[in-house]
Structure formats: C-alpha cells, structure tokens
C-alpha cells in the first residue's frame, strides 16, 4: 500500500514538473540575429545606426533568447532588463510598469517598450543610453559593424 501512494504521489510530482517545464520551454523564442536586427529597425523602429549595437548587447545579455534570466543580476527576457528597477517583482521600482514575467515570451512589445525607456533614461543622466548595460562597455562600445554582417542593413 505504502509503495502505491509513493509511486502516485511521485507520478504527480513528475507530472507537474513536466508540465511546468513544458509551459516555460514553449513561451520563449531564440532570435536569428538578422531576424531580430530587421525586427528592431522595421517594425519597432530602433534607429538604424544603433541596430548593430543593440544586435551585440542581445548577444551577449541573452544570446537572443526571450525568456533568459540571470539569476544572479535579476535580469530578465531578451535585452535582461532588471527587475531591481525596471520590472515588477514585490518590493522592487516598476519603471517600465510591466510584470517582469511578461518579459519571458516570444512577444517583444513590452521588451522594446521598457528598452527604449530605459535608454532615454540613461541617455538623459550620463548621455549614452546604452551604459545601462554592463555588456556595452566590455563587448559592444566601438565599430559593431560585424553584429550585423550579412544581414542587408
């Protein structure tokens, strides 16, 4: 008897593991870099001289997927926005007035709407709205030309 309410109680535990695990792998989207450059500049309209510098902090911030997360920084979605700031977590600043799981879906509307508010912010209090990110300095300050070989820009 005790093995039977063992067995179904680890069924039901296993099952609802997968399950949350199927939930989480199917919200998420893996960008193509060129895919996500012509998405930026035609339909969200980034400027056309920033794309390849948004092109390499993705790269480097979240490797182009949509539901990454830095457990350690509390950054999340493609662009790792912080929810120290940015997103809603309890007890945390919601600049961007968004869910900080919003930010993990194939949906980047709110993403790039947060970005861009996170940019004019930094770009009004050290005039390089890319410094918010930690990536910029290191990997994507100078020519980042490259980010976007062959993709027709």
Known sequence: ???????SNMIGKLTLVCAFLYIFSVSGKKYD?????????DKYKFPKDQISTWICIVEHESQFDTNAYNSDTKDHGLFQISELYWCEPPAHPNG??????????DNIDDDVRCVK???EETQRLKNNGF??????PKYCKGNTA????????
Do not use: P
């Open 96 to 105: 961007c007035h968004v869910q900080c799981s919003a930010l993990h879906d």
């Open 1 to 7: 008897m005790q093995k039977r309410l063992f067995r």
């Open 117 to 119: 508010q996170v940019f």
């Open 131 to 136: 410094e918010a990110w930690t990536t910029y």
């Open 33 to 41: 870099r060129c895919q996500l450059a012509h998405e930026l500049l």
């Open 146 to 153: 490259s980010y976007i070989q062959g993709c027709n820009i």
